[in-house]
C-alpha cells in the first residue's frame, strides 16, 4: 500500500506528513515531529506511557495507524505549558512528588488531563478509573492520584475567581529553574 | 506539598541531633519539572539520523545442541543490513562480575553449539528499519538436537541430574564449597538442647522487574572513530568496562552516556545490549539501537531469583530461639550473571535480625534451564525475609507467644556478634517494633516497652 | 463462607551497599566563575532522587545556597568512576564522596575567600546564603560568585575538590562465612492488615503500617517516596508478580506483556500510614543509611502473616494466589474431617 499524507492538528497547530500505512501515531509523533513526550514503554497497549488526547480523549497512540486519524486533533504533554509556566496538572505532580523515573508520568498526565477536561470534580474512583491503563512501577500511585484531585481541586479554584493560570503563576517563582539540576526548597524541614 | 512521612524524634533523640540548612529539607526533586513537561530525555528520545535496529533470533528451547543456524533467509530481507553470529563477537564468553574477579566467564554474548534457555541469543540481525530487523531475524533458521532440560534448583542437584554447565557442576563453586557457608556455634548441640524444633519451607516464583522503560540503548559512532553509548544501565562504568573486554578494544574508545533511567530495579545492571550494539555500529560504520521489545523484557530479561529455602529452628519454650538451620536454593537460571554474589548476600543475611548463638547455613547458588536471574530490588534478601519473618510468625504460633514480642526477645542489639561473624552496631529493630506496635494499637508490656538496641535486658 | 480478617507482622533489616569486590564511587566538584558549584559523577539516578539528594549534599557542606549547586551526570568522559545504582548503595556511597569532595572544595574557597579579605582562613564561616564571612564579624563578608571571579581571575586557583568513598573488599572466609560485607543496617517493621474472603481465596491488603529506620532521611519527601513505593512492590510480589503461568501452572516464562504480568493498579491501594525513626550511621552522608530495597520486603511476609491470622492458613510460596489460600482451606478442612 502507498504512502499518503497525514494532517494532523497537532497541540494547536496544522501539521502534515507522509505516512506508510503501518506507521503508527506514536512513531509519528516520535520520529517525524520529534515530540517525544509520548514514550514507547510496551509497542503493545498495555503500558499507557504513549497516551495523548485524540480529539480530547486518552488514546494509547502505539497501537493507532496514523492514516487513520487523519484531521484529528492531537494533544501531547509537550502542548500542556504555556511556555515556562506549568498548566495545573504538571504543578500537582510537581508539587506532590508523583514523579519519580518519570517514564510514565507524560501518559499519566494526559489520561490525568482528559479525565479533568471531562469531569472538573472528580472522585477518588475517577481518578483510579482514569489512570488504570497507565502503569507506574516506582510510586505506587498513591502520590499519582492525590495530584489529579490536587490538580482539580486548583483548577476549581482558578475558574471560580475567573483566572485559571493563578495556581500556576503563583508558584512559578522560577527560583528550580535557575540552574539545570538543582531546585529551590518548598518547605522547611519535615516535621519532626 | 507532597506527603512527608512524619519522623518520631523521641527515638534516638540525642544521636539523631544535628543543626542542618537544607539536609532533612523537602527540597523538590531537581527532575521533576522534566518529567512532567516530557524534556526529560531517555536513550530512546535520542533520534541519530542513519540509525539502524538491532533485533535478535532467539532459542525456542530450553536445552538443546545447535546442529546448524542458517542466515541466509534473513540476508534475503530488504533493508537487511548485517548478520552477526558468535564468530563476529571478539570475546564471546564473559561474566558481569569479572570485574571484582568472580569467575569463570560462563556466558556467551551470542550461544555458539548449545543453548541453556529459551530465548536465548543466537543471532543478531542488523536493518535499515525495526520491521526488517524483526523480520530477518525471524527468518533464521536453527536447527536443534533437544537435551535433557531442568527446571528446579533441588531436581538440579539431585543425583543423576543432567549437567548443564561447562564447567562440569549444576551449583557454583564457593572455594571449594558446593555452597555459601556460614557456620556459627554448634547448630546440632543447639538442637539438643532446645525445648523444641521447628520447621518450614518456603519458596517463590522468578519475578520480572517491569520496568516501564525497557532496557536498551543507542550507540552513535563519532568523529574520532569513537563509540558513545547513549544507556539506560544502572551502572555506566560496569557497561563500559564489560563492553570494551567483549569487543576486545580499548575502553577508552568507548564513552557511555547515560543516567536518565526509566525504572531499573536491578534489571539493567546486566550488560547485554550494549555489546552488540557497539557491534552493529562498528560492522555498518552507522548508529545502532538495540531496545528490548515488551516481550523480551517480560521473557529474557533477567528475573528475580526463585528460591527454596527451608528453615530449622532449635527453640526454648520461652520463646529464646538457640539454634538456626538454614538451607537455601537460588535458581540462577541459565547463566551466572550476578546471582553467585547475591547467593553470597543471602549468607550474610542469616539468621535474620536476631541473635542466636548456633547457626548453620548453606546457601546454593544453582543452575536451571531457566532464564537468568540476576539482580532485582533486595536480591538475596527479599525472598529470605518472607522465609524469616514468616517462620517467626510460625514459630510464635507454635509457641503461643505474642509475634512481636517473640521478635523483640531475640532481636538482635549493639555490640552482639552476627553469625557472619561481624559486631552489629547501630542497630534499631527493637525500636521499629516498638514504634509499629504504637501504630496499631498492639500491647506491649513495660519490660519490652523499656527494651533498648543498645542494651540487652539481663536473664 | 465468609470475609474474614487479619492481622500480620514483620520486621526486617538491611544492609547499605556490599563491599564484597570492593564498592567505590568517586565524585568531582569544582566552582564555575560565577560560584556555580558542579558536582560530576558517573552515578546513575533510576528515579529514586539521587541527583537531588546529592546536590543537598554538596549545599550542605559547602555551606552555599542549593540553587548555586548543579550535578552532571553520568557520563563516563566526564565523571569519575561509580560502582553504580544496586545494592542500596547509592545515597550512601555517592553522597559520602560528594561530601568529601566538597569539604575540599569549601577548603579553597575559604582560602581564596581570606585572601579576598585578608583575615585568616580559619575565622571565616560560609552563611548558607551565598556569603562567606569572618565569624564574630558578620558583616565583613564577601560573596562566593566574587570569591570564583578572584580565584580564577586574580589569584590563579582552582576551587575544587575530589572525593571517593570506599569500603574496602571483604573476602569471606569459606569455612566459616566470616566477612563484612555491607557498612550499615536499616531497619523496618510492618503491620498488614487484610480481608480474605474464604470462598474465592482473594486476599484483600486494607492497611499497612510501617515504622522505618533510615539513619537519616536526607530529603523526607523523597524518602517517603521510597517507601511508598517500595511497599507498593512488596504487596505486587506478595500477592501478584510470577513469570510463571497461573494455570496450569508450570515452570515455563508465561508473561509477554503487561497483560499477564499482573501488578495491582490505583483501584488496589491498601492505606499506608508511615513513621521514620532516625538512627544516624556513623559511616553514612550526614548519617543516611540506603533504604531503596529494604521497603519492599517486609509488607510479603507481613501479608502472609495476617492471611494465617485470618484463616488459619501458612502461605509458604509466593506469590499468594487465591489457589493457594483455597488449597490450604481445603486442607485445614480435610483435617478437621480426618
Given at each position: 500500500m502507498p504512502s499518503t499524507i497525514v494532517t494532523l492538528k497537532l497541540n494547536g497547530t496544522e501539521r502534515e506528513l507522509i505516512a506508510r500505512p503501518s506507521t503508527t501515531l506514536l512513531s509519528a509523533l516520535r520520529d517525524t515531529f520529534g515530540l517525544t513526550g509520548a514514550k514507547r514503554g510496551c509497542a503493545q497497549g498495555g503500558c499507557g506511557s504513549c497516551t495523548v488526547l485524540l480529539d480530547g480523549r486518552p488514546a494509547v497512540s502505539c497501537l493507532i495507524p496514523v492514516v487513520t486519524v487523519d484531521g484529528c486533533a492531537v494533544e501531547t504533554v509537550e502542548g500542556l505549558a504555556d511556555g515556562d509556566r506549568l498548566d495545573d496538572v504538571q504543578q500537582a505532580f510537581v508539587d506532590h512528588f508523583a514523579t519519580q523515573c518519570g517514564f510514565c508520568t507524560p501518559g499519566m498526565i494526559m489520561s490525568a488531563t482528559a479525565l479533568l477536561n471531562r469531569e472538573p470534580a472528580p472522585t477518588r474512583q475517577d481518578v483510579t478509573e482514569a489512570i488504570c491503563g497507565n502503569v507506574c512501577r516506582c510510586t505506587g500511585y498513591e502520590p499519582i492520584v492525590t495530584a489529579v484531585l490536587s490538580a482539580a481541586e486548583s483548577r476549581r479554584d482558578g475558574a471560580a475567581e475567573g483566572r485559571h493560570d493563578s495556581a500556576a503563576e503563583r508558584r512559578h517563582d522560577g527560583a528550580g529553574e535557575r540552574h539545570r539540576d538543582a531546585a529551590a526548597p518548598l518547605s522547611g524541614k519535615a516535621a519532626g | 506539598m507532597g506527603r512527608l512521612t512524619p519522623i518520631d524524634t523521641t527515638y534516638f533523640k540525642d544521636e539523631r541531633a544535628g543543626d542542618f540548612t537544607v539536609i532533612g529539607s523537602a527540597v523538590q526533586r531537581s527532575d521533576?519539572?522534566?518529567?512532567?513537561?516530557?524534556?526529560?530525555?531517555?536513550?530512546?528520545?535520542?533520534?541519530?539520523?542513519?540509525?539502524?535496529?538491532?533485533?535478535?533470533?532467539?532459542?525456542?528451547?530450553?536445552?538443546?545442541?545447535?546442529?546448524?543456524?542458517?542466515?541466509?533467509?534473513?540476508?534475503?530481507?530488504?533493508?537487511?543490513?548485517?548478520?552477526?553470529?558468535?564468530?563476529?563477537?571478539?570475546?564471546?564468553?564473559?561474566?558481569?562480575?569479572r570485574l571484582i574477579g568472580v569467575g569463570p566467564d560462563d556466558e556467551p554474548v551470542l550461544a555458539e553449539d548449545r543453548v541453556l534457555y529459551r530465548g536465548e541469543p543466537i543471532v543478531a540481525v542488523v536493518a535499515e528499519t525495526e520491521e526488517a530487523a524483526r523480520e530477518g531475524a525471524a527468518r533464521v533458521v536453527v536447527d536443534y538436537t533437544d537435551l535433557p532440560a531442568v527446571l528446579d534448583v533441588e531436581a538440579a542437584l539431585a543425583d543423576g541430574a543432567p549437567i548443564i554447565k561447562q564447567a562440569g557442576t549444576n551449583h557454583f563453586v564457593y572455594e571449594g564449597h558446593p555452597c555459601r557457608r556460614i557456620r556459627f556455634g554448634d547448630v546440632e548441640r543447639g538442637f539438643a538442647e532446645a525445648d523444641r524444633i521447628i520447621e518450614g519451607r518456603y519458596s517463590s516464583s522468578p519475578i520480572e522487574h517491569a520496568p516501564v522503560e525497557p532496557t536498551g540503548c543507542i550507540v552513535v559512532p563519532q568523529g574520532d572513530g569513537r563509540l558513545r553509548i547513549h544507556s539506560n544501565t544502572q551502572a555506566a562504568f560496569f557497561t563500559l568496562d564489560n563492553t570494551a573486554l567483549i569487543l576486545g578494544v580499548p575502553p577508552t574508545s568507548l564513552r557511555v552516556v547515560g543516567g536518565t533511567v526509566g525504572g531499573g530495579f536491578g534489571g539493567k545492571v546486566d550488560v547485554i545490549v550494549e555489546p552488540l550494539a557497539c557491534l552493529a555500529a562498528m560492522l555498518t560504520g552507522r548508529p545502532a539501537k538495540y531496545v528490548y521489545s515488551r516481550a523480551e523484557e517480560m521473557q529474557v530479561s533477567s528475573t528475580r531469583a526463585a528460591e527454596h529455602i527451608h528453615i530449622k529452628d532449635g527453640v526454648m519454650d520461652d520463646g529464646r530461639i538457640v539454634a538456626r538451620q538454614v538451607t537455601l536454593y537460588v535458581d540462577a537460571g541459565a547463566y551466572s550473571r550476578h546471582s553467585p554474589y547475591g547467593t553470597t548476600k543471602a549468607a550474610a543475611h542469616m539468621p535474620g535480625p536476631y541473635t542466636i548463638p548456633n547457626v548453620h547455613v548453606d546457601c546454593y547458588c544453582v543452575y536451571t534451564n531457566r532464564t537468568p536471574s540476576s539482580a532485582m530490588r533486595g536480591f538475596g534478601v527479599t525472598i529470605g525475609d518472607f522465609a524469616l519473618e514468616s517462620h517467626m510468625d510460625h514459630v510464635a504460633r507454635e509457641l503461643g507467644m505474642d509475634p512481636l514480642r517473640l521478635r523483640l526477645k531475640n532481636a538482635y542489639r549493639d555490640g552482639d556478634m552476627k553469625a557472619h561473624r561481624k559486631i552489629a552496631s547501630g542497630t534499631a529493630l527493637v525500636e521499629v517494633i516498638q514504634s509499629a506496635a504504637d501504630l496499631v494499637g498492639h500491647d506491649l508490656p513495660p519490660e519490652y516497652r523499656a527494651m533498648s538496641s543498645a542494651e540487652r535486658p539481663e536473664g | 463462607m465468609a470475609i474474614r480478617q487479619g492481622r500480620g507482622y514483620a520486621a526486617v533489616n538491611y544492609p547499605t551497599g556490599m563491599n564484597l569486590g570492593g564498592d567505590p564511587s568517586q565524585a568531582l566538584v569544582h566552582a564555575t566563575t560565577m560560584g556555580g558549584f558542579v558536582v560530576t559523577l558517573s552515578s546513575v539516578d533510576l528515579g529514586q532522587g539521587l541527583r537531588t539528594v546529592v546536590a543537598q549534599c554538596a549545599a550542605e557542606t559547602l555551606g552555599v545556597p542549593l540553587e548555586n549547586v548543579i550535578v552532571d551526570t553520568a557520563d563516563t568522559d566526564t565523571g569519575p568512576h561509580c560502582m553504580g545504582t544496586f545494592a542500596s548503595r547509592g545515597t550512601h556511597r555517592v553522597g559520602n564522596a560528594v561530601i568529601m569532595a566538597a569539604r575540599e572544595a569549601r577548603e579553597v574557597l575559604l582560602r581564596v575567600a581570606a585572601d579576598e579579605l585578608e583575615v585568616d582562613a580559619e575565622d571565616l564561616e560560609t552563611d548558607g546564603t551565598g556569603f562567606v564571612r569572618l565569624k564574630g564579624a558578620p558583616e565583613k563578608k564577601i560573596h562566593v560568585s566574587e570569591v570564583a571571579l578572584a580565584a580564577h581571575f586574580r589569584q590563579g586557583r582552582t576551587i575544587s575538590g575530589r572525593g571517593i568513598f570506599l569500603?574496602?573488599?571483604?573476602?569471606?572466609?569459606?569455612?566459616?562465612?566470616?566477612?563484612?560485607?555491607?557498612?550499615?543496617?536499616?531497619?523496618?517493621?510492618?503491620?498488614?492488615?487484610?480481608?480474605?474472603?474464604?470462598?474465592?481465596?482473594?486476599?484483600?491488603?486494607?492497611?499497612?503500617?510501617?515504622?522505618?529506620?533510615?539513619?537519616?532521611?536526607?530529603?523526607?519527601?523523597?524518602?517517603?517516596?521510597?517507601?511508598?513505593?517500595?511497599?507498593?512492590?512488596?504487596?505486587?510480589?506478595?500477592?501478584?508478580?510470577?513469570?510463571?503461568?497461573?494455570?496450569p501452572h508450570s515452570r515455563e516464562h508465561g508473561p509477554l506483556d503487561f497483560a499477564a504480568y499482573l501488578m495491582p493498579g490505583p483501584a488496589d491501594l491498601p492505606e499506608q500510614t508511615s513513621v521514620f525513626l532516625e538512627r544516624p550511621a556513623g559511616n553514612g552522608p550526614f548519617g543516611a543509611k540506603g533504604i531503596g530495597e529494604m521497603t519492599a520486603n517486609a509488607p510479603i511476609p507481613a501479608i502472609a502473616n495476617a492471611v494465617f491470622d485470618a484463616v488459619g492458613v501458612r502461605l509458604t510460596s509466593m506469590p499468594f494466589t487465591p489457589e493457594k489460600v483455597l488449597r490450604g482451606l481445603d486442607e485445614l478442612r480435610a483435617g478437621r474431617a480426618g
Open positions: - | 521533576a519539572r522534566g518529567h512532567v513537561t516530557g524534556r526529560t530525555l531517555f536513550f530512546e528520545d535520542l533520534t541519530p539520523p542513519g540509525l539502524t535496529h538491532v533485533k535478535i533470533h532467539r532459542s525456542t528451547r530450553h536445552h538443546a545442541r545447535i546442529d546448524r543456524v542458517d542466515v541466509s533467509g534473513a540476508l534475503e530481507v530488504p533493508g537487511v543490513l548485517r548478520v552477526i553470529t558468535h564468530e563476529d563477537v571478539p570475546n564471546n564468553w564473559y561474566v558481569v562480575l | 569500603k574496602e573488599p571483604s573476602t569471606p572466609v569459606p569455612e566459616t562465612g566470616e566477612m563484612d560485607p555491607d557498612s550499615c543496617q536499616a531497619h523496618a517493621c510492618t503491620v498488614a492488615e487484610v480481608e480474605v474472603d474464604d470462598e474465592t481465596g482473594v486476599i484483600e491488603v486494607l492497611r499497612l503500617y510501617n515504622t522505618y529506620e533510615v539513619g537519616r532521611a536526607l530529603n523526607p519527601a523523597i524518602a517517603t517516596q521510597q517507601v511508598e513505593g517500595g511497599a507498593w512492590m512488596g504487596l505486587s510480589h506478595a500477592l501478584f508478580e510470577s513469570t510463571e503461568p497461573y494455570y
